[in-house]
Antibody
Framework: QITLKESGPTLVKPTQTLTLTCTVS??????????VGWIRQPPGKALEWLAL???????RYSPSLKNRLTITRDTSKNEVVLTMTNMDPVDTATYYC???????????WGQGTLVTVSS | DIQMTQSPSSLSASVGDTVTITCRAS??????LAWFQQKPGKAPKSLIY???NLQGGVPSRFSGSGSGTDFTLTISSLQPEDFATYYC?????????FGGGTKVEIK
């Protein structure tokens, strides 16, 4: 059974850096073709894709947020980490990680974690 | 960026109805189109990839079609558990954009 779980702070202050971790179980991030990405959803709004990292360390970023995002992976822990700098209240959202096993870009999803940006 | 436009933004339907949701891309995306279902307070769930391929475990009443710029998601014989919001997403070009969602409500 493939599961993903996001972890990180629920509250960050404006200008701070957010660090989120996605822990994957049931699927090795070293498997050819596998990738893990991050998607966010502000309350009551649509989904927004942020970043993606593949098994070979190929990284993709949303151009509009590229300057603020860094995605890395730790295959020994089967984890993917997303950092987002200079957080603003408009970044308040539920952040999801999702795994691609080669079908869609998001074949399996984590439960999501709500991050609120407020002073 | 490729804009993904879904229509309608919401609809009301009854159990047993057939429902069709449309997704239009602002430029051609081949068949790199996925559909997701999201229920309130839950994570999205992948339904369809490559425009018309069902993910494992997805009921056959769900079907997808289209290529290029115009795509549809059809739900035949709507079931109570199908009332949710549906999103399309293109993964042909970065950024991999989502549509605005279609909320399927009970009539």
């Amino acid at each position: 059974q493939i599961t993903l779980k996001e972890s990180g702070p629920t509250l960050v202050k404006p200008t701070q850096t957010l660090t989120l971790t996605c822990t994957v179980s049931g699927f090795s991030l070293s498997t050819s073709g596998v990738g893990v990405g991050w998607i966010r959803q502000p309350p009551g709004k649509a989904l927004e894709w942020l970043a993606l990292i593949y098994w070979d360390d190929d990284k993709r970023y949303s151009p509009s947020l590229k300057n603020r995002l860094t995605i890395t992976r730790d295959t020994s822990k089967n984890e993917v980490v997303l950092t987002m700098t200079n957080m603003d209240p408009v970044d308040t959202a539920t952040y999801y990680c999702a795994l691609t096993a080669g079908y869609s870009l998001m074949d399996y999803w984590g439960q999501g974690t709500l991050v609120t940006v407020s002073s | 960026d490729i804009q993904m436009t879904q229509s309608p933004s919401s609809l009301s339907a009854s159990v047993g109805d057939t429902v069709t949701i449309t997704c239009r891309a602002s430029q051609g995306i081949n068949s790199y189109l996925a559909w997701f279902q999201q229920k309130p307070g839950k994570a999205p769930k992948s339904l369809i990839y490559a425009a018309s391929n069902l993910q494992g475990g997805v009921p056959s009443r769900f079907s997808g079609s289209g290529s290029g710029t115009d795509f549809t998601l059809t739900i035949s014989s709507l079931q109570p558990e199908d009332f949710a919001t549906y999103y399309c997403q293109q993964y042909n070009n970065n950024p991999y954009t989502f549509g605005g969602g279609t909320k399927v409500e009970i009539k």
